[in-house]
């Protein structure tokens, strides 16, 4: 009852006063830069992080987190115009949607898709709501042993789902990612490793600059490499009736909402499997499959929905565990610590007030980005006709500047072209880049906590495997490794065929 009084009172307290004025400029942001064909919302969520260096905390994930709703949702216009997901949330979007314009329904795929994105934000905000008190308390049982589990759990998960056609990719990004935080300084006797005698890697890598640069710099990178694409010409019309009946299709868009909002719970996963799982389980589960694939509403629904739903998913690991659920969310944890906010399973202890604040703050960004794009359809359509090439400039320009003003040195400017170019090679070659920026943001945690718990047991290995918690987390982790060995996935293969033949 505590927590919803709290919930109430930061309600009214963002509804009733200037920070409304934030809540609607700042989602129209995240909403023209999700727009934007090769911004992505970490990109979004990080050059915005580099301008609220000044602002007041909580005005700050404030303005945040709108971006993050409104960037997850901005793709979704994209991928209906140009088949081009302006967010890699939304590739699940552009089966459905691009259909749909091209049979000259661009207006009842946008409204559709606009409904979806703030339902699934909404049971979202209910699953933060409720999920992570109890995530919280729960991992005040953890100790360094758990938290390092935890730390491999999320870049073995995020290696395997981001990398479907081979996980070794993924796995390699993710301890890369790894080994990159390990540069500079560790944190209990402030030795310098890997800097070869180079002050400036004493200081190891900044988070911002190396997420800057893997998402910014290899955005501008791939998108000038690409053609030039141009929006479909569809009607506009049909919006509102459209948008009302997406309410009727409860069943699909509160089974993509809890299945995005899982997605999002798990480490590194985040959006884009909160998408396409949702697609997914919309299309084994309806009665119209034919219609996939050539515009269905109830497919686009249900992606836009789950993509969305994923945000305040991803919110509940960064508050209660201080581990991001995806790379904006990552983003995100960087810039609540830059702020001096301190998330992890005591914040329900120390600072529940601002844990019930972010809840609001998720209201308020999806009741904005419901009215902002149901209202400015045709208006945001112009965005679309600005022209790439001043586009990437000016991006670029924000990257070098925002990588710059975080400590003012030059080395994180070349820091940031480096990850540029390092992120460009890695998206040619099939690598994902997310599970890289995760073992970056995960590493010290898993360095202090394996350190830390060695030290406890006077360098005995075994308590990492027979306490409880610890070993439940291992055996996950194993059964990952095991089961995406291409071994283990033909055997099964096999096994399935015949159980099959034989039903049959």
Not at 368 to 395: F, S, Y
Not at 473 to 492: N, W
Request: with cysteine; glycine share 12%.
């Amino acid at each position: 009852m505590d927590g919803l009084t709290q919930f109430l009172s930061a309600i009214v307290e963002i509804g009733f006063s200037a920070q409304i004025i934030v809540v609607f400029w700042a989602t129209l942001l995240g909403i023209t830069v999700g727009m934007i064909p090769g911004l992505t919302a970490t990109l979004g969520v990080a050059l915005v992080t580099t301008l609220t260096f000044t602002m007041e905390q909580n005005t700050a994930i404030l303005v945040l987190i709108c971006v993050y709703i409104g960037a997850i949702y901005g793709g979704g216009r994209t991928a209906i115009l140009l088949n081009i997901p302006g967010t890699p949330a939304n590739a699940a979007s552009a089966l459905e949607g691009f259909p749909l314009a091209r049979k000259g329904r661009a207006g009842e795929a946008m409204a559709v898709a606009t409904t979806g994105s703030f339902l699934g934000s909404v049971v979202g905000m209910v699953g933060l709501a409720l999920v992570a008190p109890w995530l919280a308390e729960f991992a005040l049982d953890f100790t360094s042993f758990e938290f390092f589990w935890l730390a491999v759990f999320g870049i073995v998960l995020c290696g395997q789902l981001t990398a479907m056609d081979d996980a070794l990719k993924g796995w390699t990004a993710g301890f890369f990612g790894l080994l990159i935080a390990m540069v500079g300084q560790e944190s209990i006797h402030a030795y310098a490793r890997f800097s070869y005698g180079i002050r400036d890697l004493e200081g190891g890598f900044g988070l911002l600059p190396v997420l800057v640069g893997a998402f910014g710099c290899t955005e501008v990178f791939i998108v000038m490499r690409q053609e030039a694409t141009r929006a479909v010409a569809g009607k506009v019309t049909g919006v509102f009736r459209s948008a009302l009946s997406s309410f009727s299709h409860a069943r699909t868009w509160l089974r993509s909402g809890f299945i995005g909002t899982f997605m999002g719970v798990v480490p590194g996963v985040g959006e884009d499997m909160g998408a396409w799982v949702s697609y997914a389980a919309a299309k084994r589960a309806s009665k119209r499959k034919e219609e996939y694939g050539q515009g269905s509403t109830e497919g686009l629904l249900a992606a836009e929905t789950g993509n969305n739903a994923a945000v305040p998913g991803a919110l509940i690991p960064v508050l209660t565990l201080a581990i991001p659920g995806s790379a904006p969310a990552a983003v995100l944890l960087a810039a609540m610590i830059i702020h001096g906010l301190r998330p992890g399973p005591l914040i329900m202890i120390t600072q529940a007030d601002f844990f019930y604040s972010v809840v609001a703050m998720v209201f308020w960004a999806s009741c904005a980005m419901l009215i902002l794009g149901l209202l400015l359809t045709r208006p945001l359509l112009l965005i679309l006709k600005v022209r790439r090439e001043w586009l990437m400039g000016i991006i670029f320009v924000l990257c070098t500047v925002g990588a710059f003003a975080i400590a003012g040195r030059i080395f994180d400017v070349w820091v940031m072209i480096g990850f540029g170019l390092i992120g460009f090679m890695m998206r040619e070659a099939g690598f994902p880049v997310a599970p890289m920026i995760l073992g970056v943001v995960l590493g010290p945690i898993l360095d202090n906590n394996l350190r830390r718990s060695l030290a406890l047991t006077q360098g005995d290995p075994v308590p990492f495997v027979t306490r409880p918690i610890s070993a439940v987390i291992a055996t996950l982790v194993f059964l990952i490794i095991i089961f995406s060995l291409p071994p283990v996935r033909r055997r099964l293969a096999t096994l399935r065929t015949r159980f099959a033949g034989g039903e049959r």
